[in-house]
């Protein structure tokens, strides 16, 4: 868990460094996330098929460099359907310029603390690339520290809150 913390702050930091830009805008941002992956301890049996659908609302803390929220959702694992919730903070990395488009994309590092209604416990996080600040792809891993397994997994993201419109001096 310290680990946790010590990567935690580096890559605040790390962040904390780059340009501030249009990403991370101050204020609300909400996705819906599909995910899906298998759950393994990597040495015995078989490795479990693991899917489901998360809703993620976050608020701006740090504009530019840092969001919080909360993850909630269900999935489907081990033959049954179940529910998980818990905090998140996403960290921009970089930004992907489109010369005077603005911003194609970012990258950023995601980390979160999900608590399932099956008594999973997981610890982990992800990378993932917010493309035209509509489509998110992400991968991620998590550690299940109450079963002893890893979850990885492969998400797709589409944003559900609208886009606050820039005033343009052009249009007044």
């Known amino acids: 868990m310290k680990y946790l913390f010590y990567i935690s702050f580096n890559l605040f930091f790390i ?18 996330k599909l995910h899906n992956g298998m ?20 608020v701006t803390v740090v504009p530019g460099k840092l969001r919080a929220g909360v ?10 359907v179940e529910g998980q919730f818990g ?5 921009k990395l970089k930004t992907f310029n489109a010369g005077p488009f603005g911003s194609a994309a970012n990258l950023h590092l995601t980390g979160d603390h999900i608590w399932g209604t099956g008594k999973q416990k997981l610890a982990g996080g992800g990378i993932h690339v917010d493309l035209l600040n509509k489509l998110v792809l992400g991968l ?4 299940d520290y109450e079963f002893n397994t890893w979850w990885l ?7 559900l809150s609208k886009i606050k419109k820039t005033k343009e001096p052009f249009n007044e």
């Open 15 to 32: 962040s904390c460094l780059a340009q501030t830009d249009t990403e991370f805008p101050p204020g609300f941002i909400m996705h819906a």
């Open 39 to 58: 759950i393994t301890d990597f040495h015995r049996g078989a490795d479990l098929y693991v899917g489901g659908f998360q809703l993620i609302p976050q």
């Open 71 to 80: 993850v909630a959702g269900g999935f489907y694992g081990g033959k049954i």
């Open 87 to 91: 905090p998140t903070i996403s960290v």
């Open 140 to 143: 991620t891993a998590h550690r």
């Open 153 to 159: 997994q492969s998400a797709l993201g589409l944003r």
